[in-house]
């Protein structure tokens, strides 16, 4: 089992920064890879990035990309998401994901554990 913990959400005007993170606790060691989802109301979870644990290889959703960024401590068992240049369409519930698999990782079915999630509110 794993938890996970995401924490740093909050409100934001459009242009600015937040950092999330996500705390993992428990049998971390078999984790291959660590991502972020977001739900909007009414819209399914989407992608938006992932890393592989042991690799730090990353890979971002196209709408993301160049403005967010993935980010892990392999000591503290935390993963980080930098967003920056945020825009009002990035408004939504944000979830940390686990995975012990090494496929399937841009899609919610990949994942094996997932943290509360974390309100994040960008205004215009």
């Known amino acids: 089992q794993v938890q996970l913990v995401e924490s740093g959400g909050g409100l934001v005007q459009a242009g600015g920064s937040l950092r999330l993170s996500c705390a993992a606790s428990?049998?971390?060691?078999?984790?291959?890879?660590m991502g972020w989802f977001r739900q909007a109301p009414g819209k399914e979870r989407e992608f938006v990035a992932h890393?592989?644990?042991?690799?730090?290889?990353?890979y971002y959703a196209d709408s993301v990309k160049g403005r967010y960024t993935i980010s892990r401590d392999n000591a503290e068992n935390t993963v980080y998401l930098q967003m920056n240049s945020l825009k009002p369409e990035d408004t939504a519930v944000y979830y940390c994901?686990?995975?012990?698999?090494?496929?399937?990782?841009?899609?919610?079915?990949?994942?094996?554990?997932w943290g509360q999630g974390t309100q994040v509110t960008v205004s215009s």
């Open positions: 890393i592989r644990w042991n690799s730090g290889i990353t």
């Open positions: 428990g049998r971390t060691f078999s984790t291959y890879a």
């Open positions: 994901a686990a995975t012990y698999r090494s496929t399937g990782l841009i899609g919610a079915r990949g994942y094996d554990y």
